[in-house]
């Protein structure tokens, strides 16, 4: 039986949320030079891959987080793929900004989210893990227990793993950077030569140039 994580990866590579561009690579707002692209909200345009993934997110949270009682949803990407998932599974919904609103009652949490509650929180791509961490802490600031985090995608970087491991918050994702580029060799969208230069973008991808 083909996994998820390749069903997935094949999706996103049909409907290019991610692509791959090894002679003409991207370049990200940090500055890195990328082969890859990835646009997770492109899945919201497409039926077929959007319930793909809200299913396959509360499948992830009901293995992993049985007890969960809210569901938080990162801004902007992860905000409609949460709300989404909330629903399939009847949860209640919030979302975290990247900064708190500088009007109003200065919010950075937006919803409902009383003190001591079970929290999964999703986010529709992980890369540094920066941003990701910055929302579970102010989630665990207002007093939410955080349960861990559910991606749609992540790149898998080592650098990464380490930091989810130190902040003691457990990352599930439905794909990842390396079945990616596997599914995209084996469907011919990137050829067998290229394997070697995407698998050391991965290993170093601040040091990356197109060679």
């Known amino acids: 039986m083909e996994s998820i994580e390749k069903i997935i990866a094949r999706q996103l590579l049909e409907i290019s949320a ?38 396959s997110l509360t499948q992830l949270i009901s293995q ?15 905000i409609a793929h949460g709300a989404l998932a909330a629903e399939h599974m009847g949860k209640p919904f ?4 990247a900064l708190a609103k500088s009007h ?6 937006e919803g409902e989210l009383k003190a001591g509650v079970r929290v999964v929180v999703i986010e529709d791509l992980v890369s540094t893990g920066g941003s990701s961490l910055r929302a579970v802490e102010a989630l ?38 390396l079945t990616l ?19 050391r973008w991965r290993e170093a991808p601040t040091q990356w140039n197109n060679e």
Not at 18 to 29: A, K, M, Y
Not at 94 to 97: A, E, G, K
């Open 18 to 55: 991610v692509r791959l561009n090894v002679e003409q690579p991207f370049i990200w707002t940090s500055g890195w030079c990328s082969p890859i692209y990835c646009d997770n909200r492109k899945i919201l345009s497409y039926p077929k891959a959007r319930k793909l993934i809200y299913e």
């Open 64 to 78: 992993h987080f049985p007890d969960v009682e809210v569901i938080a949803g990162i801004a902007t990407g992860a």
């Open 94 to 97: 919030i979302y975290v900004r």
């Open 104 to 109: 109003g009652l200065g919010n950075i949490i």
């Open 140 to 177: 665990r600031r207002a007093g939410a227990e955080v349960l861990g985090m559910v991606a749609i995608f992540s790149y898998n970087f080592i650098s990464t793993r380490r930091s989810f491991e130190n902040a003691g918050c457990e990352l599930y994702t439905l794909t990842n950077y």
């Open 181 to 199: 580029i596997e599914e995209a060799r084996q469907c011919n969208y990137i050829k067998d030569s290229d394997m070697g230069t995407l698998e």
